[in-house]
């Protein structure tokens, strides 16, 4: 049962009340968005960075570049602190990475307004939810409203392929922390996420044997079409229980050579521990070298189940109970999809994501927010900042 919202502070009160307007947050993300910042790119990475740098400082943070690695982007750490603060306290934990490829803006998804919808790459997930944390801190300060705790705000790069690079560096920098927020998508009707299920990925390749496909081609052993049928026999292993799905799919340079090599990409998903373990064995025991056409399986970036605890349950009880003071009925759930909240849900720190923007279609050319979420959104995170 939830505690009776008079347990809300005078300063989530007050955060409650600070005087958003749709239409400014909106006008605070654009330059964000029309800063395309797909992961493998990392230098549209770094520019989406200083710009998030600046815009950090602006608002009173002391902000640091941490450098990337493998090949991937910059990341950035804010501080939100008074002078002797201690250590630690809350984290906002986001990504500026995206999935659209640079182009997107002019070639299928301008940022515009359509009705009670704002579409743009990257909107949604996750640079809409990322702005709305920075403008609740920015609101906080303006309005004289202390956070509960020192805030620090880290930024990373590659979450969209699973957080290779960044894994150590965002465990590391939640061990210091009480508390982790995740402005990650809402879901349904401003639900929040108390739970992620488990992810891992894996590397596919098949080795053929090449020949003219024009002149020899029964002497050739093809190495797409020997991965087109692991496609389909790894995808029928989909069950209630795990989903797999191939989405990266690379083979061959010469229309007229039998191919030799071809690469994909595989991933699978579980809502309990227990069934990804078993699905990594079941995609490993795949490794075969004994045809014509040789399979090889190996394990790539992985993102362990979280699942909802006791300290989980009572910082959704908060998001809860501020919710009913603004006038929403706020649901919670486990979700698909993966996020860094994986990590620090699954090492007992209280995280809660699931507190950005809401809207829909994310990842694809129709990817969009809900204008008239963007106000009680920005409030929730407020009085959490004022709270937790």
Same mark, same amino acid.
């Given at each position: 049962?939830?505690?009776?919202?008079?347990?809300?502070?005078?300063? $989530?009160?007050?955060?409650?009340?600070?005087? !958003? +307007?749709?239409?400014?947050?909106?006008?605070?993300?654009?330059?964000?968005?029309?800063?395309?910042?797909?992961?493998?790119?990392?230098?549209?990475?770094?520019?989406?960075?200083?710009?998030?740098?600046?815009?950090?400082?602006?608002?009173?943070? +002391?902000? &640091?570049?941490?450098?990337?690695?493998?090949?991937? %982007?910059?990341?950035?750490?804010?501080?939100?602190? *008074?002078?002797?603060?201690?250590? %630690?306290?809350?984290?906002?934990?986001?990504? /500026?990475?995206?999935?659209?490829?640079?182009?997107?803006?002019?070639?299928?998804?301008? !940022?515009?307004?359509?009705?009670?919808? $704002?579409?743009?790459?990257?909107?949604?997930?996750?640079?809409?939810?990322?702005?709305?944390?920075?403008?609740?801190?920015?609101?906080?300060?303006?309005?004289?409203?202390?956070?509960?705790?020192?805030?620090?705000?880290?930024?990373?790069?590659?979450? &969209?392929?699973?957080?290779?690079?960044?894994?150590?560096?965002? &465990? $590391?920098?939640?061990?210091?922390?009480?508390?982790?927020?995740?402005?990650? *998508?809402?879901?349904?009707?401003?639900?929040?996420?108390?739970?992620?299920?488990?992810?891992?990925?894996?590397?596919?390749?098949?080795?053929?044997?090449?020949? =003219?496909?024009?002149?020899?081609?029964?002497?050739?052993?093809?190495?797409?079409?020997?991965?087109?049928?692991? /496609?389909?026999?790894?995808?029928?292993?989909?069950?209630?229980?795990?989903?797999?799905? #191939?989405?990266?799919?690379?083979? @061959?340079?010469?229309?007229?050579? #039998?191919?030799?090599?071809?690469?994909?990409?595989?991933?699978?998903?579980?809502?309990?521990?227990?069934?990804?373990?078993?699905?990594?064995?079941?995609?490993?025991?795949?490794?075969?070298?004994? %045809?014509?056409?040789? !399979?090889?399986? +190996?394990?790539?970036?992985?993102?362990?189940?979280?699942?909802?605890?006791?300290?989980?349950?009572?910082?959704? @009880? /908060?998001?809860?109970?501020?919710?009913? +003071?603004?006038?929403?009925?706020?649901? =919670? &759930?486990?979700? @698909?999809?993966?996020?860094?909240?994986?990590?620090?849900?699954?090492?007992?720190?209280?995280?809660?994501?699931?507190?950005?923007?809401?809207?829909?279609?994310?990842?694809?050319?129709?990817?969009? #927010?809900?204008?008239?979420?963007?106000?009680?959104?920005?409030? /929730?995170? $407020?009085?959490?900042?004022?709270? #937790?």
């Amino acid at each position: 049962m939830d505690a009776p919202t008079s347990d809300i502070s005078p300063n $989530a009160e007050r955060a409650l009340a600070l005087p !958003f +307007k749709a239409e400014d947050l909106l006008a605070a993300m654009r330059p964000w968005v029309e800063q395309e910042s797909p992961t493998f790119d990392a230098s549209a990475v770094n520019a989406m960075m200083s710009l998030a740098m600046r815009d950090l400082a602006v608002v009173g943070a +002391k902000v &640091e570049r941490i450098p990337g690695r493998m090949g991937l %982007g910059d990341c950035v750490r804010a501080r939100f602190a *008074p002078p002797g603060a201690p250590e %630690g306290g809350t984290l906002v934990l986001a990504h /500026l990475d995206t999935v659209h490829p640079v182009g997107t803006l002019a070639k299928g998804l301008p !940022f515009r307004v359509e009705g009670d919808r $704002a579409f743009g790459p990257g909107l949604y997930d996750m640079k809409g939810g990322t702005m709305l944390a920075v403008q609740a801190l920015a609101a906080l300060a303006k309005a004289g409203i202390p956070t509960s705790r020192p805030v620090t705000v880290l930024l990373t790069s590659d979450e &969209e392929i699973g957080s290779p690079s960044t894994r150590d560096l965002i &465990e $590391a920098e939640a061990a210091r922390h009480q508390v982790v927020l995740v402005p990650e *998508p809402g879901k349904g009707n401003h639900n929040v996420v108390t739970g992620r299920y488990a992810i891992a990925r894996f590397n596919l390749r098949t080795t053929g044997k090449p020949s =003219h496909a024009g002149a020899q081609l029964s002497a050739g052993r093809s190495a797409v079409k020997e991965m087109a049928r692991r /496609l389909i026999a790894i995808e029928d292993m989909t069950s209630e229980a795990c989903t797999y799905s #191939v989405g990266v799919f690379h083979g @061959g340079q010469w229309v007229n050579c #039998v191919p030799t090599y071809c690469d994909a990409e595989a991933l699978t998903m579980a809502k309990r521990q227990p069934d990804l373990d078993a699905a990594v064995e079941k995609m490993l025991a795949m490794n075969d070298t004994s %045809g014509e056409v040789q !399979f090889a399986v +190996k394990r790539g970036v992985t993102r362990p189940v979280w699942e909802p605890d006791a300290a989980v349950m009572e910082l959704y @009880g /908060l998001a809860r109970r501020l919710g009913g +003071k603004l006038g929403l009925e706020i649901g =919670h &759930e486990s979700a @698909g999809g993966g996020s860094d909240g994986n990590f620090t849900g699954a090492m007992g720190i209280p995280t809660l994501d699931g507190l950005g923007v809401l809207g829909g279609n994310a990842h694809t050319l129709v990817e969009h #927010v809900m204008m008239d979420s963007l106000v009680p959104r920005a409030r /929730l995170m $407020a009085a959490l900042l004022a709270s #937790v």
